[in-house]
């Protein structure tokens, strides 16, 4: 389930981990909303798709 918030979502799927560290990683499709969220919070300004998605894996990565 999918919450959302004025700033951004809430993410309830779970988590996988990362297969050398053991380590939690956010659902690519989280991350991918995450992005998209910010390239609208940020007028829809093509040309930053990689600074967005690195910044949601980021925000998402602290939330596990």
């Known amino acids: ?4 918030s004025s700033d951004k979502m809430k993410i309830t799927r779970a988590p996988k981990r990362d297969a ?3 380590r ?5 499709a989280d ?3 995450r992005a998209y969220q910010l ?3 940020r007028g829809a300004e ?3 798709e990689l600074e967005d998605w690195l910044e949601a894996e ?6 596990i």
């Open 20 to 22: 050398q560290s053991g």
């Open 1 to 4: 389930m999918v919450k959302l």
């Open 39 to 41: 390239f609208l919070a």
């Open 58 to 63: 980021r925000e998402l990565q602290r939330e």
């Open 46 to 48: 093509p040309g930053r």
């Open 31 to 33: 991350i991918r909303a």
């Open 24 to 28: 939690r990683l956010p659902a690519e």
